[in-house]
């Protein structure tokens, strides 16, 4: 980090008086986002929903978070890949389908719509077909942007990619040490086997908090 930070130094001693002299620099876009707290029982994750860039799908969350389904659902999936240094994957969670929780589902957002992209600690929300997604959701454990629309693709599936929705802002080490939680061998079918947690994580609750005070 040191090395890292003497490199920049540099460049922002010659930064500065070029920026002072250039008053046609264009801001940075500024859209509205929520911040969510997740509660589990390891920690807390708290997460900023992208309100006005995925509007679908992050009115689709924030309902499950206002009207408490997501309250007592867990972390279940840990799903680690076999390339790329540890960890790397990704960690799922939510209704699981379940009857008393689960809301219709909601049209599809792709990333060539919102802008948005499966980097690391992004939320984004699990689906079978495209237009299919409820109340379950992963958080991205380094960057996995395959996962993000990908239009001159023949399969469907990955032309809708998936829908980006939010950014973990503050806990990326709770959801470090959830992934990191042994997997049963023999829970799950298919593709699922062995992605799926021995215990799963519980989310006690979920809320909207109001962002820190002088913060934009």
Do not use: C
């Not at 003497?6 to 859209?31: N, R, V, W």
């Not at 799926?196 to 002088?214: C, Q, T």
Request: proline share 8%; net charge negative; hydrophobic share 40%.
């Amino acid at each position: 980090m040191t090395r890292i930070l003497a490199a920049l130094a540099p460049l922002t001693l010659f930064a500065t008086p070029i920026a002072a002299q250039d008053d046609s620099l264009p801001e940075a876009d500024i859209y509205a986002t929520q911040l969510v707290v997740i509660e589990t029982t390891m920690g807390d994750i708290t997460v900023e929903i992208e309100t006005e860039r995925a509007p679908v799908t992050a009115g689709n969350f924030l309902r499950y978070v206002d009207e408490d389904r997501f309250d007592g659902t867990t972390f279940y999936r840990a799903m680690h890949l076999d390339w790329g240094e540890p960890p790397n994957g990704l960690l799922q969670g939510g209704t699981q389908m379940h009857p008393d929780r689960v809301l219709d589902p909601i049209a599809h957002e792709p990333t060539t719509q919102t802008g948005l992209s499966h980097t690391n600690g992004a939320l984004s929300m699990a689906r079978y077909d495209p237009g299919s997604a409820t109340g379950d959701f992963s958080i991205m454990i380094k960057d996995q942007t395959g996962l993000d629309a990908t239009p001159a693709s023949s399969d469907p599936s990955l032309q809708a990619g998936f829908a980006v929705f939010g950014q973990v802002v503050a806990g990326m080490d709770v959801v470090h040490a959830i992934h990191a939680l042994p997997p049963d061998p023999h829970k799950g079918e298919g593709w699922m086997k062995g992605q799926l947690l021995a215990d799963p994580v519980e989310i006690i609750d979920m809320r909207r908090v109001d962002a820190p005070a002088g913060t934009d």
